[in-house]
């Protein structure tokens, strides 16, 4: 057994042994297993020598959360078959995992131990991280809120924000300084790995933004100044967007649910359509209401998607990739029912990707 921990092990990559040995040193651990864990030095090679007898199951529990589901099904996998005379063939990724899996292709409903996300490469998150912020305070009461929680995030995650902050400005001024920040991301000495930029505002529809004095600044302008031309510096690294406003004028009321406290509905906004992968590719968009709808935002906790991402990144966001982050945002939103004057409102993000590897954001 404790060949087969080992040899599990030297399957991950770095980055991946860096979020295992978060998972062991974390202050807050959870259930079985994982509580055992306090106390030891957050090194995932010590397991085979702390857990004698019961090594594989502390990092089969580890592998679970931290999303290789693929090497905890083949650990779980390999200790009932006491098979571990070849463990390292048995845990490899790729072509190697798909001869694990069952030969039965009538799939019936049933699962595979195979992850959608095993076999796709990782970006490098190791080098400088960028952020920028744009958030419209006129007329946007919990808008404050908002900012607290992303500046909290930029500095979980390690992001600096080079161009400082964007807070209030008229719409002929938002273009100019996702510009300026532009240009320091191609002028910058460093390598970066990321960009992230988080833009919250009133709105309207047809891929519009708007400025605190009703100027308007369409979507596809700013996603353009960060394509594989306008940005190079940025190809093929990740860039996230995070556009936090209504995209019209529509309430989704959906079915009938239990009211909670009273919400008050957001601006507006909408998208473009990603451009041909060759200019603009390795995009991640997320809109805060599906296209023609509202966006809510409460006048004391802030937006609700930004409140929701708030509670994910800061349990789940050390361990899981940006795509499973945003899926527990989108269901922990779908869960509750808000309302508008009285009236009960529903609220559902919507992702567009171009990404070509997983996003881990864990430092």
């Known amino acids: 057994m404790e060949r087969l921990v080992h040899a599990a092990l030297a399957q991950l990559s770095e980055e991946e042994l860096a979020r295992c040995a978060f998972y062991l040193r974390s ?3 959870a259930r079985g ?34 999303g290789r589901r ?3 099904g083949a650990l779980a996998g390999q200790e009932k078959a006491g098979a571990a005379a070849a463990p390292a063939a048995v845990l490899r990724t790729g072509e190697q995992q798909t001869r694990n899996q069952t030969s039965d292709t009538s799939f019936k409903g049933r699962r595979t131990e195979q992850s959608d996300y095993d076999e796709l490469d990782t970006y490098d ?16 009461r919990g808008a404050e809120k908002d900012i607290e929680v992303m500046n909290k995030l930029f ?26 920040f532009r240009d320091q991301i191609n002028q910058s000495e460093d390598e ?10 009133h709105g309207r529809s047809h891929g519009i933004i708007q400025g605190k004095d009703g100027d308007t600044v369409d979507l596809d302008d700013i996603f353009t100044l960060f394509n594989n031309i306008q940005c190079p510096k940025l190809q093929e690294k990740p860039k996230i967007f995070i556009i936090q406003a209504c995209r019209g004028g529509k309430e989704d009321h959906g079915v009938e ?12 906004y909408n998208l473009i359509a990603i451009r041909r992968l060759p200019t603009a590719s390795d995009y991640y968009v997320v809109y805060s209401t599906q296209k023609g709808y509202v966006s809510l935002r409460n006048k004391e906790k802030g937006s609700r998607m930004i409140e929701a991402m708030d509670e994910v990144f800061s349990q789940q966001g050390m361990m899981w990739h940006i795509g499973d982050l945003f899926t527990k945002i989108n269901n922990n939103l779908v869960q ?18 171009t990404l070509t590897k997983a996003v881990y954001l864990a430092p």
């Open 192 to 201: 970066i790995s990321c960009c992230l930029i988080t833009l919250m505002s």
């Open 257 to 268: 649910e239990i009211e909670y406290e009273s919400k008050e509905a957001d601006c507006t």
């Open 125 to 140: 998150m190791s080098k400088t991280r960028v952020a920028f912020m744009m958030c419209v305070t006129t007329g946007r």
């Open 70 to 72: 693929d090497m905890s």
């Open 33 to 66: 297993a994982r509580a055992e864990l306090q106390g030891a030095d957050g090194s995932p090679a010590r397991l085979a020598q702390l857990y004698a007898g019961r090594a594989a199951e502390v990092l089969r529990e580890a592998l679970r959360d931290m």
């Open 336 to 353: 509750e029912t808000f309302s508008i004057h009285g009236c009960p409102v529903k609220e559902t993000i919507v992702v567009e990707s």
């Open 27 to 29: 202050p807050e651990p």
């Open 155 to 180: 500095d979980m995650y390690q992001f600096e924000t080079p161009s400082g902050q964007c807070i209030d400005p008229n719409g002929q001024e938002i273009l100019p300084a996702l510009e300026e």
